[in-house]
């Protein structure tokens, strides 16, 4: 991850929180037009695949194909439902940094967008991974307070624990790579499978992964694989479940996890409740985070 003083030199304007000014108006007709790309391919596989908060929330913020956002407007929406607002980062920020701006319902949002020849790859989290991913269930009230509730455990963790391994994996497999039980069938909410095409199909239909009834410490125990498709997915019977199993004091948890085993991403327990044992006939490639 680079320092401030790594990214003076592109970003002069750069502040200590690693937020800079979006520019909206610098962006031009091929940045959009990627946007624009990115999202109607999303709009053809979503329904019925993503979770209604998800698409309520692209609704509620007049999320559009024509045009990146503009994250002052983007922000008045969205802070009026849930009192986030949403902030230009250049990329990754450091994880003290990180934290904070959660804790303080803001979201640090990827300022550039990919390049055409790269819309099934991305190293870093651009603005349409950031804000098309991420924001929508930022309007959702309950996952909004379990992001906050994230961001202090993180600071709390970087402090007191050095637990920091483990509360990844729980962002991990929840906000980026997250599923729910529906009544009207398995959903997608995490951020890194709607915004990519293939891992949108692939998560909700393919026979490949293990799909596993979540729980905090079986998945604060289980490595994930970061460059490919998830092996397991876990699943969540809805966001007040999650909020309620993850709103607490972790150091009883931090002290169980310092002790016993850790899992592999491909892993299935005699433990766990499966609702679909993966086939592995998935074997591999090149695949988007975003
Ligand atoms: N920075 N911009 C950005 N986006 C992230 O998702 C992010 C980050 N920095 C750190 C980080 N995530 C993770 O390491 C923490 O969730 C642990
Ligand atoms: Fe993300």
Redesign the pocket.
């Known amino acids: 991850m680079p320092t401030i003083d790594q990214l003076r030199p592109k970003h002069p304007e750069i502040r200590a929180d690693f937020t800079i000014d979006q520019h909206w108006e610098r962006y031009g007709a091929a940045e959009h037009g990627v946007w624009r790309t990115l999202y109607e391919r999303q709009a053809k596989v979503l329904p019925g695949r993503a979770t209604s908060e998800f698409l309520d929330g692209l609704k509620k913020l007049k999320l559009v194909a024509e045009h990146i956002p503009d994250f002052e407007r983007l922000s008045d929406e969205l802070e009026a439902v849930t009192g986030w607002r949403v902030v230009a980062?250049p990329?990754?920020?450091?994880?003290d940094i990180?934290f904070d701006h959660l804790a303080n319902r803001r979201f640090?949002a990827?300022q550039f967008i990919r390049r055409l020849d790269q819309l099934d790859y991305l190293e870093e989290?651009d603005v349409f991974h950031?804000v098309f991913g991420h924001v929508p269930m930022l309007a959702h009230p309950v996952f909004a307070d379990y992001m906050v509730a994230y961001g202090k455990g993180?600071q709390r963790a970087l402090r007191e624990f050095g637990k920091?391994k483990n509360?990844?994996r729980l962002?991990w497999y929840t906000v980026e790579f997250g599923l729910i039980e529906k009544p009207e069938g398995l959903r997608i909410y995490g951020s890194g499978i709607v915004s990519s095409r293939t891992e949108s199909i692939y998560a909700v239909e393919s026979p490949s992964p293990n799909r596993i009834g979540f729980g905090l410490e079986r998945v604060m125990r289980t490595d994930y694989r970061i460059d490919d498709f998830q092996e397991s997915y876990f699943v969540i019977p809805s966001f007040e479940e999650l909020f309620e199993q993850t709103y607490r004091d972790f150091a009883p948890l931090y002290d169980r996890l310092s002790r016993g085993p850790n899992y592999k991403p491909g892993d299935v327990l005699p433990s766990d409740r499966v609702l679909t044992r993966g086939d592995h006939s998935y074997v591999g490639g090149s695949h988007a985070v975003g």
């Open positions: 980062v990329s990754l920020v450091p994880d990180f640090p990827g989290p950031d993180g920091l509360l990844a962002y």
